[in-house]
């Protein structure tokens, strides 16, 4: 049974709660810098809590900082249909990348609350710490841990480039929860997300049903070679790391290039050592990000940039340590969530197409434990992972209602 039809949620609190959220870590130019576990992470965390309190819901968090949000249904044996997402930011992120899955589950119980309908199965809203992987690497670390692709320890002893770790982080903000990770039933999982890309906007389509999502290769290299004196060193004797690194850019945005339509590939960070302007750079530590739907591509990319980064060490004489710390295979969505999310959406009678997911999400390891899908809306110009991201009050309803009619119809079945 679905939600009547004339059911829909209340899309002007769903946006009051966004802006409310992006006071938490907002920055001047409108954005949010939110980084897992500071101090604007647990303020986020406790204004969610605090809503959720209100909404009348039960609230767990376990070992690793997740937290869910539990709204009983009319057979609480029943395994739980779980909406989320993340709370976390990129440095410069905006307000609406992984908020608006938490808020719009928010919503979505906040109206059946209004609405006083009772699912069969209960629904609960989960936030899972560190999606974003910007401050701890890798990217969905909790929701990891939780779908058992890494162990406790390992989620724990991610540590940021201070040193400072995820377990000691979680403990000084009061996040450290006491339930054991990944004990949770799911009977399904839906992730609300704006797309983060230009697709929708430009077909003037107002949902994304999302079908895949593509695969990720991360890396972390270190170039040693000697710092110098800019001065008196022979160019023919150096050994300049940064050098190096500049090759390696040029390498992965070639590899990127070459396996078009659909590859990503990306150096986001580097740390030149000593970082002084007349010392050859003898250390440069970088990262590497490759993406792509189809993994016997994504395995070539690997090949190639392996090779690539070999070379050029030997050709400069720079000690090459060369690590991928992370991998997930592209990912199929499960075909009855789905289903679910097409049928909402058609009922609702909103624009729609297919979609692969571009990005990471929790989704993709709540994928591996429970039946999920995702529901993506447009976003301006498709920028994210940008201060000036930005989706409109309808598109943020849209996504919404069509999330309700999914969760209804799966916590029902
Ligand atoms: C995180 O947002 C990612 O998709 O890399
Ligand atoms: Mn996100
Ligand atoms: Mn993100
Ligand atoms: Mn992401």
Known sequence: MTVQANKRVNGQRLWDSLMQMAKHGETPKGGVCRLALTDV???????????????????????????????????????????????????????????????????VIRSLNDMNYQTEAPVEVAVWTNEEGSRFAPAMVASGVFAGVFDLDYGLSRADLDGKTMGEELARIGYAGTADVGKRKVGAYFEAHIEQGPILEAE????????????????????????????????????????????????????????????????????????????????????????????????????????????????IGLENDFTQIWYYAPIKFDETCVAAVRKGVEDLGYSHRDMVAGAGHDACYLSQVAPTSMVFIPCIDGISHNEIEMATPEWVEAGCNVLLQAVVAKANT
């Not at 376990?62 to 044996?77: E, H, L, M, S, V």
Request: with cysteine; charged share 20%; proline share 6%.
């Open 41 to 107: 992470d647990k303020a986020g965390r406790d204004l969610f809590v605090a809503w959720c309190e209100q909404a009348g819901l039960s609230i767990t968090i376990d070992k690793i900082g997740n937290i869910f949000a539990r709204r009983p249904g009319k057979n609480n044996d029943l395994a739980p249909v779980i909406m989320g997402s993340h709370l976390d930011s990129q440095p410069t992120g905006g307000k609406f990348d992984g908020v608006y899955g938490v808020l719009a589950g928010l919503e």
């Open 204 to 315: 003037n389509k107002t949902v994304g049903v999302v079908t895949d999502a593509q695969g990720q290769r991360w890396y972390e290299i270190t170039f040693t070679g000697q710092e110098a004196h800019a001065g008196p060193t022979p160019m023919p004797r150096r050994k300049d790391a940064l050098l190096g690194a500049a090759r390696v850019v040029a390498e992965v945005n070639r590899i990127g290039l070459k396996y078009q339509p659909y590859a990503c590939a990306t150096v986001g960070l580097m740390q030149i050592h000593p970082n002084s302007r007349n010392v050859i750079p003898g250390r440069v530590f970088f990262t590497v990000d490759f993406r792509h739907p189809d993994d016997a591509i994504l395995a070539a990319m690997d090949a190639e940039l392996r090779e690539a980064t070999a070379k050029i060490a030997a050709e």
